[in-house]
């Protein structure tokens, strides 16, 4: 009797003493939107378990930042490697999240045998269209009801408001566009779909991406979101001419989501996020090696803020605000468009903690609840 006293004493003192769990980035902006992350292989296979645990502690959406685009997902033509997707999407079933998939039509990473016969000759439009059927149907159909949300055509306008020059529109035509979404819809008519590119605050994108989402609504095609990938620099885009897409995108009737969050701090090489852009490394453009200046760490807290105060603004338009990548050491910021460099572009630092002032804007969030 005594010895089951004293456990029982010492059960309550250990619960006491438990701190009070932490406020989470999802608790934080439950009221607003989703707050997501782009998942990579070793945190989708919890090689890095330690990042998966805390994905899922302040996440409520997920993307693969790589595994379920062309050239990996469906590396021979009919031959498909799940061997990532599927466990990424386990993941986010696990964790009861919202979860994305990038990205059916894309011009990078495309599988390299995609507009190509057996010659090497490009393929005609009916088989061009057989196959970007095939692609969308197999992997929307294979995950259906289970992503809730498609990137289905990524990147394909200019700045300047032209169609981008990509093999499906090379062969397919200006129809691409619509066919992606219809064979997306077909395939999981209660997913919803969206379009997604990188700098969206150009006028000339601006407009062709209104364009593009008045005349899918006008022939009855279904599109639910654009993704404004939002990878940004500490001087662009002005925050401004960003506004102005966000709310012209809304304004068409559709939401928006913050797609693929970051900000290098580092000296500009190239702006928007064409993955094909490649520099040779520079030691002057690697500024930071070892550790922020507090000056430049302040710089980018109050860049950090001043979107984060755009995005509160607008939450009645915004579903989700996904960073793309979990810490700054996975982040591709690092190597794009200049390899090896040391870059500080996300919400997490290199030793995995919340960066400071993401812990303030939790707090003052919760607090202000
Ligand atoms: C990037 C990944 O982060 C890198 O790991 C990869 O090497 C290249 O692609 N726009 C997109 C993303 O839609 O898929 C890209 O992701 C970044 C730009």
């Given at each position: 009797m005594k010895r089951q006293l004293l456990w029982g004493i010492a059960l309550l003192a250990a619960a006491c003493s438990t701190p009070p769990a932490e406020p989470t980035l999802k608790e934080a902006f439950a009221d607003e939107f989703l707050v997501g992350t782009a998942l990579n292989a070793a945190q989708i296979m919890g090689q890095d378990r330690e990042a998966q645990v805390l994905i899922a502690t302040h996440f409520n959406s997920i993307v693969a930042e790589?595994?379920?685009?062309s050239e990996e997902?469906?590396?021979?033509?009919g031959k498909f490697d799940f061997s990532l997707s599927d466990p990424f999407v386990a993941f986010g079933e696990e964790n009861d999240m919202f979860i994305i998939g990038?990205?059916?039509?894309?011009?990078?990473?495309?599988?390299?045998?995609?507009?190509?016969?057996k010659e090497g000759n490009k393929v005609s439009r009916e088989v061009m269209i057989e196959r970007l059927k095939s692609h969308i149907t197999t992997l929307v159909s294979r995950y259906r009801g289970r992503i809730?949300?498609?990137?289905?055509?990524?990147?394909?306008?200019?700045e300047d408001g032209t169609l981008r020059p990509t093999p499906f529109l090379e062969i397919i035509g200006e129809d691409y566009l619509e066919l992606a979404f219809q064979f997306a819809h077909e395939a999981d008519p209660d997913a919803e779909l969206y379009y997604n590119d990188y700098s969206m605050a150009s006028e000339g994108k601006r407009n062709r991406v209104v364009q593009l989402i008045r005349d899918l609504k006008a022939k009855g095609i279904r599109i639910d979101a654009v993704g404004?990938?939002?990878?940004?620099?500490?001087?662009?885009?002005?925050i401004e001419e960003f506004e102005k897409s966000l709310t012209a995108f809304a304004a068409e009737g559709v939401k928006v989501m913050i797609t693929e969050w970051d900000i290098t701090?580092?000296?500009?090489?190239?702006?928007?996020?064409?993955?094909?852009?490649r520099v040779a490394y520079a030691?002057?453009?690697?500024?930071y090696p070892d550790g922020m200046p507090d000056e430049v760490s302040q710089a980018w807290d109050e860049r950090l803020r001043s979107f984060v105060d755009l995005y509160e603004k607008h939450a009645d338009k915004i579903s989700r605000v996904t960073a793309w990548g979990f810490s700054d050491g996975d982040s591709w910021r690092n190597d794009w468009?200049?390899?090896?460099r040391t870059d500080y572009p996300?919400?997490?630092?290199?030793?995995k903690k919340l960066k400071p002032v993401v812990q303030e804007i939790i707090n003052e969030k919760i607090n202000n609840k």
């Open positions: 790589n595994c379920m685009k997902i469906q590396p021979e033509e990038h990205t059916l039509v894309w011009h990078s990473q495309l599988a390299p045998w995609f507009p190509f016969d809730q949300g498609w990137d289905v055509v990524n990147e394909a306008i200019l404004m990938q939002n990878h940004m620099g500490m001087d662009y885009p002005a701090v580092l000296p500009t090489v190239r702006m928007g996020a064409e993955v094909s852009d030691k002057q453009m690697n500024p468009p200049m390899p090896g996300l919400l997490f630092d290199r030793e």
